[in-house]
């Protein structure tokens, strides 16, 4: 995992270096050679400055035309996924061929109503083992490593196997949410548009981001909880050339879903009152009871997941058994099949109190645990938005006031952005599924504490965790990166010795020999003319096979060494020298004056760029005495 970060990092830096080379010819009459230096970015010696606080970078136009037709696949998607739901709820519980909403609730079939999730189960246990094994599991997970390993490039079955192992999972009751199989869907559609054209991988990387919002925004209408999403969990980056597309994508869904499944909110509530101190004091207890339910839910999991795993049997059996415990999870309520929208908003009106709610949380926690641990095909953030809103709602019983439907909203804000970490996108999906914008004090305190909660317990969150297990690492801090905010004229090293074109290389072996501290100070040494303009560059490794070559050593080192040189200069950002170092594949440059590119004014070599890295570090970790701590010495 870590080369695949090195070179996602290489290749990020890399693009903001220059591509073309310019030739600077000096003619040295004097001498017996001729040499010239090569200048890596072959741009005008006075060049403007072109710093600018984004990236400039015309592809984002292509790009945002893309998105536009991704935005308009994957409404289209989200509009089949959920009619599909629907299909196979009403053939399997009802007998009947409609995509009109069904119950799962079949009274006439008794105990035998068990046996439609296991056969659900057992359809997608086959699907996974002799079509495809991603389409197993949550949904989310698997479009993280197609973004951080497979180079975005998803496969075209995936993008046919998702939304119907998924659809045929929720549609026998499975006790999951369809945003996980749409983002994976919409994100393989995106990844498949991108194929068809000559794409970067950080290009398809945006359009696989820009389905996944674009088929969430359409299954919730919410296109700012799809881009927040697409922000916090799926991009790794906040730049206008990713950022603009998936904007462009989740809105175009957003605005299609009204003629396809009707406008939002999909869970209208009547508007609570302002918020007061109280309420916000509450919020917080709220919130860190929501996040050590998120503890719980997770570690459950991968409890049960790990339970599976030590099963003597194939894995291709384990959604049959899910099926089987999802199944008498119905028996006992039958609230806990399926996706559950209809229960989320009695939640929210404040509908279901008591002790019911206890029932609720507590069976579909253990169902949707034991299901997602088998491997089922489903999603989390249904479930969670029913279990967080069951607690609130619950709480809400010791809380003054009892506002059932306010703790339930809350609540389900926290549980989601506590066990997704994603709080920002908890807050903004709960205000968007409510259009109830008063609580949002309430929502951003309670999903913060819940999200420091799980951040303090948890190393992982139940997206990640699965990603970790399959031996790969993701860190979800995003902070600028040091090269992009230093220049060269900071770091670079202004003390370099320097030796004549002429001397032979029998003479500078024996001066590196004798441990001149000038000369070995750096790797590599500069080689000047009689004017004392920089014509070349020599290293050990040369002189080295300079002597294998003519054990003498009479060779000059200007013909040792090389007098095609990639330079850098003082204005220069870090990064941008660092990317002529890696493709060019050397180890370090001589940094030169920009209006006189054969005056040598300093060195940069690797170990110098590393000194950029340590200053950051030695801002992180470095406290520094305070003024309460002054006082007190004196």
Request: some cysteine; charged content about 15%.
């Amino acid at each position: 995992m870590g080369n695949l970060i090195s070179q996602r990092l290489i290749a990020t830096v890399g693009t903001f270096a220059s591509s073309v080379t310019q030739q600077i010819m000096v003619d040295h009459k004097e001498q017996m050679m001729s040499t010239h230096v090569i200048n890596a970015n072959e741009e005008a010696p006075h060049r403007k400055d072109l710093l600018a606080d984004f990236t400039q970078d015309k592809r984002i136009l292509v790009l945002s035309l893309m998105a536009l037709v991704i935005g308009c696949l994957s409404a289209g998607v989200a509009y089949l996924l959920v009619k599909l739901i629907s299909l196979i709820t009403n053939l399997a519980y009802h007998f009947t061929f409609s995509t009109v909403d069904a119950s799962y609730i079949n009274e006439e079939w008794g105990y035998w109503v068990v046996l439609v999730p296991v056969v659900g189960g057992l359809v997608i246990g086959l699907m996974a083992r002799y079509e495809s094994e991603k389409i197993r599991g949550h949904g989310i997970p698997e479009a993280l490593e197609a973004i951080l390993i497979g180079r975005s490039r998803m496969e075209p079955k995936v993008a046919v196997l998702k939304p119907i192992s998924s659809a045929i999972s929720i549609g026998t009751g499975g006790p999951f949410g369809a945003e996980g199989p749409i983002i994976m869907t919409g994100g393989a559609l995106g990844s498949l548009f991108a194929q068809l054209f000559s794409l970067s991988a950080a290009e398809r990387k945006t359009l696989l981001v820009a389905g996944a919002a674009g088929g969430m925004a359409a299954i919730f209408a919410s296109p700012i909880a799809a881009v927040m999403l697409a922000v916090e969990l799926l991009l790794f980056e906040w730049r206008p050339r990713s950022f603009v597309p998936v904007v462009i994508a989740a809105s175009v869904a957003s605005l299609l879903r009204i003629p396809l499944l009707g406008a939002g909110p999909i869970f209208p509530i009547a508007p609570h009152a302002a918020m007061s101190a109280s309420d916000l004091g509450i919020s917080v207890l709220v919130g860190i009871l929501a996040g050590l339910g998120s503890v719980v839910l997770t570690t459950l999991v991968y409890a049960f997941e790990d339970l599976f795993q030590k099963l003597p049997i194939h894995w291709m059996w384990w959604p049959m058994l899910g099926g089987l415990f999802i199944g008498i999870g119905g028996l006992i309520d039958p609230r806990v099949l399926g996706v559950g929208y209809s229960y989320i908003h009695s939640l929210l009106l404040g509908d279901l109190v008591g002790v019911t709610l206890l029932s609720l949380l507590i069976v579909k926690a253990l169902v949707w645990s034991i299901a997602l641990g088998s491997g089922t095909s489903g999603g989390v953030l249904a479930p969670l938005l029913m279990m967080g809103g069951a607690l609130g709602a619950f709480e809400a019983g010791w809380i003054p006031q009892h506002d059932a439907s306010l703790w339930a909203l809350v609540s389900m804000a926290a549980m989601m952005g506590g066990t997704m970490r994603s709080p920002l996108t908890a807050v903004f999906f709960m205000l968007e599924l409510t259009h109830d914008v008063n609580p949002l004090p309430a929502l951003l305190i309670a999903t913060v504490a819940a999200h420091a909660v799980t951040v303090l317990i948890l190393r992982r969150s139940i997206l990640t965790e699965k990603v970790a297990r399959r031996g790969h690492h993701i860190i979800r801090e995003y902070s600028v990166d040091p090269f992009m905010l230093v220049r060269v004229s900071e770091i670079m090293d202004t003390e370099v010795a320097t030796v004549p074109a002429t001397m032979t290389v029998a003479e500078l072996s024996n001066l590196v020999a004798q441990g001149d501290p000038a000369l070995t100070r750096h790797q590599a040494i500069p080689l000047i003319d009689e004017s004392a303009h920089l014509v070349g560059m020599i290293t050990r490794g040369d002189i080295v096979r300079a002597l294998s070559r003519d054990t003498s050593g009479a060779l000059s080192v200007a013909e040792a060494g090389s007098t095609k040189l990639i330079v850098t200069y003082p204005d220069e950002l870090v990064n941008e020298a660092l990317a002529k170092i890696l493709r060019t594949n050397v180890g370090r440059l001589p940094v030169v004056d920009r209006q006189d590119p054969r005056h040598l004014v300093g060195y940069l070599g690797r170990a110098t760029i590393l000194n950029a890295r340590l200053h950051r570090l030695e801002e992180e970790e470095v406290r520094e005495s305070g003024w309460l701590r002054n006082y007190r010495g004196k």
